[in-house]
């Protein structure tokens, strides 16, 4: 696939940004690789999407439940398990000082 100027990506330059080293060879392959997706993007532009719905249908109601109450457990069924609790808490160890 020929790439056209819109669809021209500088390898280089994006490799410099997140620090990689690339060979002259990958970079060619990276361009080419690179051109062809950008160039399939230029193709999806061109399909005709006004007659379909952003979310799949028409129909833009709310779909959620009822917030009812359910049964749930008790905190001595949660802590179970709890390596460590105190005042019906989970002990964690300190993550950041």
Do not use: C, W
């Not at 100027?5 to 361009?31: G, M, N």
């Not at 993007?41 to 779909?63: F, I, P, T, W, Y």
Request: hydrophobic share 40%; no cysteine; charged share 25%.
């Amino acid at each position: 696939m020929a790439e056209s100027p819109s669809t021209t990506v500088d390898v280089s330059y994006v490799a410099d940004l997140a620090r990689l080293r690339l060979s002259p060879e990958e970079i060619a392959t990276f361009q080419k690789q690179l051109g062809d997706v950008l160039g399939y993007v230029d193709q999806l532009r061109e399909v005709d999407v006004e007659h379909v719905s952003l979310l799949g249908e028409a129909d833009l109601k709310n779909r959620l439940r009822l917030d009812e109450l359910q049964p749930s457990l008790t905190p001595e069924q949660a802590l179970a398990n709890a390596p460590r609790q105190e005042n019906n808490l989970f002990v964690v160890p300190k993550m950041v000082e």
